[in-house]
């Protein structure tokens, strides 16, 4: 396929799935029950956090999760209790649990309180064309309270070479503003061109099979590969492809 057919044919399929139909299936679902901006944010990064592994068991664990933050996230987070964090004791995901759950709640609280709120630390950390040192600064602010070593995997990091899917994919929905209602566009301060793809499983076999990355691992490494390819075919708006790299491999098993 020619770069010119390759664009037109990924164009159509980013727009293809990049509507509000694609809310009801997706993990972005969650944040979009909220209208206030920390709300979503919280939303956003809690359930980014856990969606990994069964789609189903991703949104009935997130819907779990904003229930014990009784549905005022940022409330939440700022003003609870020891006692009130007791209740997080039962909660589970795969290997994150409610001791991973409540160091998250202080860490969130630490970074409002004290650094101005998730968006700050991204524009502060940000680099022209690239968010994922961004993301590595994010990890060391959200870990500089006493934690437990295991939480710390649950945040991944793209300088020890991680493809930082989950956080990536926060990231879009924070920054990319779609004018089709799924991404939220709430942070200004921040372009749609200094993102990077979730690179997952799906988005990765398809992304082989059209050319666009020829790296086996799905690593930090892949992601700049997949990335630069990207940013030709669109530079300002290169992750709106990521609606099309997994739509083909979910939806359409291509």
Same mark, same amino acid.
């Given at each position: 396929?020619?770069?010119?057919?390759?664009?037109?044919?990924?164009?159509?399929?980013?727009?293809?799935?990049? *509507?509000?139909?694609?809310?009801?299936?997706?993990?972005?679902?969650?944040?979009?029950?909220?209208?206030?901006?920390?709300?979503?944010?919280?939303?956003?990064?809690? *359930?980014? *956090?856990?969606?990994?592994?069964?789609?189903?068991?991703?949104?009935?664990?997130?819907?779990?999760?904003?229930?014990?933050?009784?549905?005022?996230?940022?409330?939440?987070?700022?003003?609870?209790?020891?006692?009130?964090?007791?209740?997080?004791?039962?909660?589970?995901?795969?290997?994150?649990?409610?001791?991973?759950?409540?160091?998250?709640?202080?860490?969130?609280?630490?970074?409002?309180?004290?650094?101005?709120?998730?968006?700050?630390?991204?524009?502060?950390?940000?680099?022209?064309?690239?968010?994922?040192?961004?993301?590595?600064?994010?990890?060391?602010?959200?870990?500089?309270?006493?934690?437990?070593?295991? *939480?710390?995997?649950?945040?991944?990091?793209?300088?020890?070479?991680?493809?930082?899917?989950?956080?990536?994919?926060?990231?879009?929905?924070?920054?990319?503003?779609?004018?089709?209602?799924?991404?939220?566009?709430?942070?200004?301060?921040?372009?749609?061109?200094?993102?990077?793809?979730?690179?997952?499983?799906?988005?990765?076999?398809?992304?082989?099979?059209?050319?666009?990355?020829?790296?086996?691992?799905?690593?930090?490494?892949?992601?700049?590969?997949?990335?630069?390819?990207?940013?030709?075919?669109?530079?300002?708006?290169?992750?709106?492809?990521?609606?099309?790299?997994?739509?083909?491999?979910?939806?359409?098993?291509?």
């Amino acid at each position: 396929m020619k770069k010119s057919e390759l664009k037109s044919f990924l164009d159509f399929k980013a727009e293809q799935y990049n *509507t509000p139909e694609f809310i009801a299936t997706d993990p972005v679902q969650i944040p979009h029950q909220f209208s206030k901006q920390e709300d979503i944010e919280i939303a956003g990064f809690l *359930t980014a *956090t856990i969606a990994w592994g069964n789609r189903k068991s991703i949104l009935n664990n997130a819907n779990r999760l904003m229930d014990l933050l009784e549905r005022s996230p940022h409330d939440f987070v700022i003003n609870h209790s020891e006692n009130d964090l007791k209740k997080m004791a039962n909660f589970v995901h795969r290997t994150f649990n409610g001791l991973d759950l409540e160091y998250f709640i202080k860490a969130l609280q630490n970074i409002y309180l004290k650094h101005s709120g998730i968006e700050n630390i991204f524009i502060k950390y940000a680099e022209a064309d690239n968010l994922q040192p961004a993301i590595h600064q994010f990890k060391k602010i959200f870990f500089e309270l006493p934690h437990l070593s295991r *939480t710390e995997k649950h945040v991944s990091d793209p300088l020890k070479n991680s493809a930082a899917k989950r956080i990536n994919m926060y990231l879009r929905w924070m920054v990319r503003k779609d004018n089709c209602g799924v991404d939220f566009g709430l942070w200004n301060a921040l372009k749609p061109s200094q993102l990077s793809c979730p690179l997952d499983v799906h988005s990765g076999n398809v992304a082989r099979k059209l050319n666009l990355l020829k790296r086996k691992q799905n690593d930090a490494k892949a992601l700049q590969e997949l990335d630069a390819a990207l940013r030709k075919l669109d530079p300002k708006d290169p992750v709106k492809y990521d609606f099309a790299l997994f739509g083909l491999g979910v939806f359409e098993k291509y």
